[in-house]
């Protein structure tokens, strides 16, 4: 999954789609689960812009974090905003990627092809879905006033696991975790707009356990105005950002 935009912890809880499985039903308006990802699939070369929402809770060792973020994508001018309030800003203008978080402040880099693809919100739940091994039909439900179909996505967790390596650079590592056994609850759910096939929206929510402690994460990211007009604006803040020669993901 290349959703890396808020670094390695969204990326492993992309990944960690894991055995926990529910009923559901066997078609929907003539499709199976599996025909409705497939069309969710190809649909995604038909996306040029969206605008987005994201919410992540999370609960670490006792500790609460909550975030909001919004922003926009232009695929075909390859511009991006993200903000995440205090805790992340990303944009994407004229060929350059800016960053800024509170102890770093504004950074930029010239944008690579990979860096892109790296931010490719929509891309990147597109990697999820192509690794499916099980979908479950739950219903239709409306997202932002919109008929969607929803479905329980079941991924396979060893091609995640090796492609989130691919990303952050692991690949060639022998790293053993036995990650059934980390994740104690999982649910991946995408609700899936009728008629266009457009993944409108996907909502992770799971419990796991590292090094005898629990983290539990809530992740929910929903795309809105598909193929209408958007504007992308470097704040004005950001115009003396310093310049990087390195992936700005590399401070961490």
Same mark, same amino acid.
């Given at each position: 999954?290349?959703?890396?935009?808020?670094?390695? /912890?969204?990326?492993? &809880?992309?990944? $960690?789609?894991?055995? =926990?499985?529910?009923?559901?039903?066997? %078609? #929907?308006?003539?499709?199976?689960? !599996? %025909?409705?990802?497939?069309?969710?699939?190809?649909?995604?070369?038909? #996306?040029?812009?969206?605008?987005?929402?994201?919410?992540?809770? $999370?609960?670490?060792?006792?500790?609460?974090?909550?975030?909001?973020?919004?922003?926009?994508?232009?695929?075909?001018? @390859? %511009?991006?905003?993200?903000?995440?309030?205090?805790?992340?800003?990303?944009? /994407?203008?004229?060929?350059? /990627?800016?960053?800024?978080?509170?102890?770093?402040?504004?950074? +930029?880099? !010239?944008?690579?092809?990979?860096?892109?693809? %790296?931010?490719?919100?929509?891309?990147?739940?597109?990697?999820?879905?192509?690794?499916? =091994?099980?979908?479950?039909?739950?219903?239709?439900?409306?997202?932002?006033?919109?008929?969607?179909?929803?479905?329980?996505? #079941?991924?396979?967790?060893?091609?995640?696991?090796?492609?989130?390596?691919?990303?952050?650079?692991?690949?060639?590592?022998?790293?053993?975790?036995?990650?059934?056994?980390?994740?104690?609850?999982?649910?991946? @759910?995408?609700?899936?707009?009728?008629?266009?096939?457009?993944?409108?929206?996907?909502?992770?929510? $799971?419990? $796991?356990?590292?090094?005898?402690? +629990?983290?539990?994460?809530?992740? &929910?990211?929903?795309?809105?105005?598909?193929?209408?007009?958007?504007?992308?604006?470097?704040?004005?803040?950001?115009?003396?950002?310093?310049?990087?020669?390195?992936?700005?993901?590399?401070?961490?």
């Amino acid at each position: 999954m290349k959703v890396k935009i808020l670094g390695t /912890i969204l990326l492993c &809880t992309a990944l $960690m789609v894991g055995a =926990v499985s529910c009923g559901g039903i066997s %078609e #929907i308006d003539g499709m199976t689960g !599996e %025909e409705l990802l497939d069309q969710v699939i190809a649909a995604e070369d038909s #996306i040029y812009t969206c605008k987005m929402l994201m919410t992540i809770d $999370m609960d670490m060792a006792g500790t609460s974090i909550s975030m909001d973020g919004h922003g926009a994508m232009d695929m075909n001018a @390859r %511009e991006m905003s993200l903000d995440m309030g205090d805790f992340m800003s990303v944009y /994407i203008v004229d060929d350059w /990627i800016y960053m800024n978080q509170s102890f770093l402040g504004w950074v +930029k880099m !010239e944008l690579t092809e990979d860096m892109w693809e %790296e931010n490719d919100q929509i891309g990147g739940q597109m990697d999820v879905l192509e690794q499916y =091994v099980d979908v479950k039909i739950l219903g239709s439900e409306q997202v932002m006033g919109s008929e969607c179909y929803v479905a329980e996505v #079941i991924p396979d967790l060893q091609a995640l696991w090796d492609l989130a390596g691919e990303d952050v650079g692991m690949e060639g590592y022998d790293i053993d975790i036995d990650l059934e056994e980390m994740i104690k609850e999982f649910n991946f @759910r995408v609700w899936i707009e009728k008629g266009t096939f457009y993944l409108t929206q996907s909502s992770i929510s $799971m419990v $796991m356990e590292m090094f005898g402690q +629990k983290m539990s994460m809530q992740e &929910t990211i929903t795309l809105y105005d598909i193929n209408q007009p958007v504007s992308i604006y470097l704040p004005y803040e950001a115009q003396d950002a310093v310049e990087l020669n390195l992936s700005p993901w590399d401070t961490y």
